[in-house]
């Protein structure tokens, strides 16, 4: 392991090691050991979850420290210590579920958005990355006419919510000179992607030493079953991939997919799939496929359902429980849950973020975080005091464990908070005229 130490940096690892598969898991074990005596890289990850809020569900009692968690976000208990809960920030767009949603990462008013936060932060932290940034969703193509993620104005940014495409597009670094037949098969979890690697990789394992060697092992089996479930999702059991736990998650999409709503996008699915790209989320930042990461939720005007396995039971779609009603009546208990489940998964993410070392700090503590929706109130149209999350510590930048009053903020100022954050000088994001310079109370 010294001599890698001393001819390799982390340039020149990558290319030594040839492709993804092979290089992603090695590389979380130098990342967990921060060596090359580097400072461990910041990470941007923008999560969306649709629909809004109800503010007096959502909004906590108190500020500071001293806050309580109202039904909405109390699963974020999990990650108090992690997180800052923002209020009275407000949206700078009007009208529509489309209007907000294309503004929120923009900061542009209008339909038709405008370079999105996510593809900004991709292009001035692409080095040393495979991917400037990684898009992954959970029914975000599903019966959607409105975006959130732009490349360009009018341009939205593609966003893979097949767990086996994804997987294959962000591993599958080992098939770029794959003949079409292998690619195929690759795609279609006939073949592995790690076994295609394998003869390299037991080559590198014998160029480690006992602990490197056993920690790349580790992350390779954790590498291993994400690829046997993706595979059991695309094409059901494949010979010496699936194990039985796996064949027991009930996915089975046919190649190719026929059926409606294709299977990524069946109702039922809808919380397996969400594990699934979680725990790509999570190998992609830990094993630094790149820097940063847009996680999308359905989209604006959502049909899901939650009567799916591992749903609350509410049969109703999204969008028309968002429209409550009566603030006490079953509506707005149908859509409290519903939300609640929402901030369960994203406290389920940050969690398993915080628990991947980073030299004597965490992932979660090098990553600037933020979970957002389209529209404040949904029952009421307006995009006032939005429900907004901020977490991690973007390295030493931000206070967390508490509740931030921003005083009528724009939310592009929010947006110039993440930049900020991230090491850029940047003062204002999308349409300076709509706020500029960050969210005041912020850093630590």
Not at 70 to 84: E, G, H, N, S, Y
Request: charged share 20%; net charge neutral.
């Amino acid at each position: 392991m010294k001599t890698l130490h001393a001819e390799l940096d982390r340039r020149r690892l990558l290319r030594y090691l040839g492709n993804a598969a092979l290089a992603l898991p090695f590389t979380r074990v130098l990342l967990e050991e921060r060596l090359f005596g580097a400072t461990p890289a910041k990470r941007a990850l923008m999560i969306y979850f649709p629909d809004g809020i109800i503010k007096e569900r959502w909004h906590p009692t108190g500020s500071g420290r001293d806050f309580e968690f109202q039904p909405m976000t109390a699963p974020l208990k999990a990650v108090r210590d992690d997180v800052i809960l923002v209020k009275n920030v407000n949206y700078a767009t009007e009208g529509s579920h489309e209007g907000g949603a294309a503004y929120i990462l923009s900061g542009v008013k209008g339909h038709s958005g405008g370079i999105s936060l996510d593809t900004y932060l991709g292009e001035k932290f692409k080095s040393n990355v495979i991917l400037p940034v990684v898009r992954l969703g959970v029914g975000a193509n599903f019966q959607t006419g409105s975006h959130i993620s732009y490349f360009a104005p009018g341009s939205a940014s593609p966003i893979e919510d097949n767990p086996a495409k994804a997987f294959y597009n962000i591993f599958g670094g080992a098939s770029g000179s794959a003949d079409p037949v292998t690619k195929n098969k690759l795609l279609a979890a006939e073949m592995s992607i790690l076994d295609l690697s394998m003869n390299d990789i037991k080559g590198l394992q014998n160029k480690l030493g006992s602990v490197e060697k056993q920690k790349l092992d580790v992350h390779l089996e954790a590498l291993r079953e994400l690829e046997r479930r993706v595979q059991s999702a695309a094409g059901g059991p494949v010979a010496g991939a699936c194990t039985k736990e796996v064949d027991m998650r009930g996915l089975s999409f046919p190649q190719p997919d026929h059926t409606y709503p294709p299977g990524p996008h069946k109702n039922e699915y809808f919380a397996v799939i969400g594990d699934i790209m979680t725990d790509l989320a999570v190998q992609v930042l830990a094993c630094g496929v790149t820097n940063v990461l847009y996680f999308q939720w359905s989209h604006p005007v959502s049909p899901t359902a939650f009567n799916f396995p591992g749903g609350v039971d509410v049969a109703r779609g999204h969008h028309d429980i968002s429209h409550y009603g009566d603030l006490n009546g079953s509506g707005a208990q149908d859509f409290i849950k519903a939300q609640a489940w929402y901030t369960d998964r994203i406290a389920k993410l940050l969690g398993r973020l915080k628990a991947i070392k980073e030299g004597d700090q965490s992932l979660l503590y090098n990553t600037a975080a933020m979970a957002l929706t389209e529209i404040a109130d949904s029952n009421l149209h307006d995009f006032k005091n939005v429900g907004l999350i901020l977490a991690g510590q973007a390295g030493g930048n931000w206070n967390t464990g508490r509740c931030l009053d921003g005083l009528g903020a724009s939310h592009n100022q929010v947006l110039v908070s993440m930049l900020q954050a991230m090491g850029l000088p940047d003062t204002s994001y999308g349409d300076a005229s709509l706020g500029t310079g960050p969210l005041a109370g912020l850093r630590a």
